[in-house]
């Protein structure tokens, strides 16, 4: 069950990043042109996505075997000295929160009474700063200690 819930976040990791990508071509795209029904759909889909992906974190972060568990067994200074521990208990929680905030508020900007083109460029500044927040805080093969792959083992 655990494996299967680690594998859909795994997976969710790539339809988040393609998405992201997307909704940054769309809105440079679409810079000059006026708010669109799939503008909103785009950011719609990622929105759903990313929350589905950090309430699967947060699953991960209170039941997994990383997180509240390593506070609960090692304490505090030792998850802040391994630095597997400290990366998934805290750096990797941390920062994905913080991503996953800033798609949430390029969403509110659909909603704000502004110029089009300003809600694109807001839209476009939101979503490079979260993908690269993401992609810098994916554990990618490699990384040592920390690297996963780069598909699910289900
Ligand atoms: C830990 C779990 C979650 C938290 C803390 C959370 C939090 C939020 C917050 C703060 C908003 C912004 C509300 C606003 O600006 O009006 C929001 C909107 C939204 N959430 Fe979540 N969410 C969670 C899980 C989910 C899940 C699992 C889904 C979908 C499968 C989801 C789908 C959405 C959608 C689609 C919106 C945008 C609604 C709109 O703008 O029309 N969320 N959520
Ligand atoms: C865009 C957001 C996120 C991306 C792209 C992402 C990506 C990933 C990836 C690729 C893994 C490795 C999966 C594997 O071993 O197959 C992972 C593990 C993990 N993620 Fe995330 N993540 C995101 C958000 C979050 C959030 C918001 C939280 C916590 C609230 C979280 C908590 C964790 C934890 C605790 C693990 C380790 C789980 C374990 O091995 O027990 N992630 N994440």
Redesign the pocket.
């Known amino acids: 069950m655990n494996t299967f819930i680690?594998?859909v976040?795994?997976l969710?990791?790539w339809l988040?990043i393609i998405l992201l990508v997307i909704n940054i071509i769309r809105h440079f795209a679409a810079i000059q042109k006026p708010f669109a029904t799939i503008d909103k759909k785009l950011g719609l889909w990622l929105m759903i996505a990313?929350h589905t992906?950090?309430l699967i974190?947060?699953f991960?972060?209170f039941a997994?075997?990383?997180?509240l568990k390593s506070f609960i067994n090692n304490g505090a200074s030792e998850v802040m000295q391994n630095g597997t521990e400290r990366f998934?208990a805290v750096e990797?929680?941390v920062s994905?929160?913080i991503?996953?905030a800033l798609i949430t508020i390029a969403r509110g900007i659909f909603r704000k009474q502004i110029p089009d083109g300003k809600r694109h460029r807001r839209c476009i500044l939101l979503y490079i700063v979260a993908l690269v927040i993401?992609i810098a805080m994916?554990?990618w093969p490699g990384m040592e200690g920390i690297g996963?792959?780069l598909m699910?083992k289900f």
């Open positions: 680690l594998g976040h795994n969710l990791r988040i990313a992906q950090l974190g947060l991960e972060w997994g075997a990383y997180g998934f990797h929680t994905m929160i991503a996953i993401i994916v554990p996963r792959s699910p």
